[in-house]
């Protein structure tokens, strides 16, 4: 069974960094795409970042030089980096392998 278990989230003041894990178990990780979604209050889902197997990324264009995603094979884990935060980060953020199978989510807060 395929589980996907996010951590790091947070309570952080604008300007400062996070970095959100999201370790998998039950699957062959390093065969798929992972990546980040976030969900603000009364908004929809939106991508943030994805990279895939082989490593390239992308991401938003409201994240972008701001957010870095990144994936340890050897850990099964997939990172997001998130530095220079505003309040407009302020969301619930869930992972996904290969958009098939989603985390739990991980909430952070920016704020003073």
């Known amino acids: 069974q395929v589980q996907l278990v996010e951590s790091g989230g947070g309570l952080v003041q604008p300007g400062g960094s996070l970095r959100l894990s999201c370790a998998a178990s039950?699957?062959?990780?390093?065969?798929?795409?992972m990546g980040w979604y976030r969900q603000a209050p009364g908004k929809q889902r939106e991508l943030v970042a994805h990279?895939?197997?082989?490593?390239?990324?992308h991401c938003a264009d409201s994240v972008k030089g701001r957010f870095t995603i990144s994936r340890d094979n050897a850990k099964n884990t997939a990172y997001l980096q998130m530095n220079s935060l505003k309040p407009e980060d302020t969301a619930v953020y869930y992972c996904?392998?290969?958009?098939?199978?989603w985390g739990q989510g991980t909430l952070v807060t920016v704020s003073e």
């Open positions: 996904h392998i290969n958009w098939e199978y």
């Open positions: 039950g699957t062959t990780f390093n065969a798929y795409t």
């Open positions: 990279i895939t197997s082989r490593g390239d990324t």
